[in-house]
Structure formats: structure tokens, C-alpha cells
């Protein structure tokens, strides 16, 4: 597990530094001239860069140790999503969104965990396999709620969240589900893979299963 907190935290250290230096160079191009075309960017690479250090500084203050892989997964969902995707505009690139909903596929699967650890007494009794049954059920059904929360919201603002329509128009039947389905799929696919990673290591360690919950340090 030592290896684990040392490949998280040399992560952090990665992120924390590609933010920062962009943060800089684009508040460098914004004063000297150019307000209209960096300050979003500098926008979303700062509120990435604060998503980022707010657990460590809250796990600093009330004294917790941040779970290892939940904390990576979150770190590389914010990366890949609001540096990458939304600063640098990685959603115009094929299939960004359903690579990120790999990742959060892997991400909700670690939620799982711990908040088996907050529910159950001892969840090292149960055993690997039904734990990443139990993880990739958890996974897709946050998928799933993320789901009705677009829909909602494409229902009463019309915001295409779901990609229902192009160019003004509804899509029809198939093509309207596209997006939708590809997006669950993604979800199941990305905690279905992290769940044979999980499985192995289980297997090997059941203790492995503590490095998703929240402890106090």
C-alpha cells in the first residue's frame, strides 16, 4: 500500500504543477492584453486546480487520510474533464466523453467501497468477488442517476445534455439514444475493468479493500 500512496502522490504532484504553471502562463497572456480570448481558460484551469487541492487540505485540517485510489481517480476525472476537456478543449476530440466516463466508471466503483467501509462493520469478511459485483452494481447505478439528472435538465432547459439533438433538430429513435447509452456503457465498461484489477489484488490481500476508506490520521 506504500507503493500506492507514493504513485498517488507523485500524481498530485503532477497535476497540481501542470495546473499551476498553466494557471500562470495564461494569467501572464491575460494581462498583457488578451482578457477576451484566456479568461475563461484561466477560469476553469483555477476551479480544476481548487477541485484538486480542496480534499488534501481538508484531510490536512480535520485530520483524515484521503482514500489512495478514490483520490487518484478523482484527480484524473478533474484533469482529464475540466483542465483538459473544458480549458483545452478536449471534447472536440472523438469519444473524450466516453473515455471520462471510463474513468468515472473506475472512480464510482472506488466510491463504492467507501461507503462500504462508512455501512459495514466488517467488509473484509465478504468476499472479492461479490465486493466488485457489488462495486460495478454501485457504479452503473450513479451512472444511471447522472443520467436522470440530463435528462432532467435537457427537460426543463433544453440544454442537450443527452445530445438528443444536432443542429436545432431532435434526433430520431436510435440516433437520440446514442449519446445516452454510450455513456452507461462507458460506466459499466470502466468499473467492470478496475473491478478484475480490484479482484486480483483482493485475492492477494483482502486488507487492499481499507485503501477506499476514509481514516483518521
Known amino acids: 500500500m506504500q507503493k500506492d500512496r507514493t504513485f498517488v502522490r507523485i500524481t498530485f504532484y503532477f497535476v497540481v504543477a501542470s495546473m499551476a ?4 502562463s495564461t494569467a501572464w497572456k491575460i494581462l ?24 488534501a487540505f481538508l484531510s490536512r485540517i480535520f485530520r483524515f487520510q484521503l482514500p489512495t485510489f478514490l483520490y487518484f481517480f478523482f484527480m484524473a476525472f ?12 478536449f471534447y472536440y476530440i472523438p ?3 466516453k473515455f471520462l466516463h471510463l474513468i468515472s466508471g473506475a472512480l464510482l466503483l472506488g466510491l463504492g467501497f467507501a461507503v462500504l467501509g462508512l455501512l459495514q462493520k466488517q467488509p473484509g469478511r465478504l468476499s472479492p468477488a461479490f465486493l466488485c459485483l457489488y ?17 432532467s435538465v435537457d427537460s426543463f432547459f433544453a440544454m442537450n445534455l443527452q445530445r438528443y439533438a444536432a443542429k436545432g ?9 446514442m449519446d445516452t447509452m454510450g455513456d452507461l456503457f462507458a460506466d459499466a465498461a470502466g468499473s467492470a ?22 481514516k483518521k490520521s
Open 21 to 24: 504553471i498553466s494557471l500562470c
Open 32 to 55: 498583457i492584453g488578451h482578457q477576451g480570448k484566456y479568461s475563461l481558460v484561466a477560469a476553469e484551469v483555477a476551479a480544476g486546480l481548487l477541485l484538486v487541492l480542496v480534499p
Open 78 to 89: 478533474i484533469y482529464c474533464a475540466i483542465y483538459l476537456g473544458d480549458a483545452y478543449r
Open 95 to 97: 469519444y473524450w466523453d
Open 135 to 151: 462495486g460495478i452494481a454501485f457504479a452503473v447505478f450513479c451512472g444511471v442517476l447522472w443520467e436522470f439528472y440530463e435528462f
Open 169 to 177: 433538430r431532435d434526433l430520431p429513435g436510435r440516433a437520440a439514444l
Open 193 to 214: 475493468l478496475f473491478s478484475l484489477y480490484a479482484y486480483w489484488r483482493l485475492k492477494k490481500d483482502p486488507a487492499w479493500l481499507t485503501s477506499f476508506f476514509f
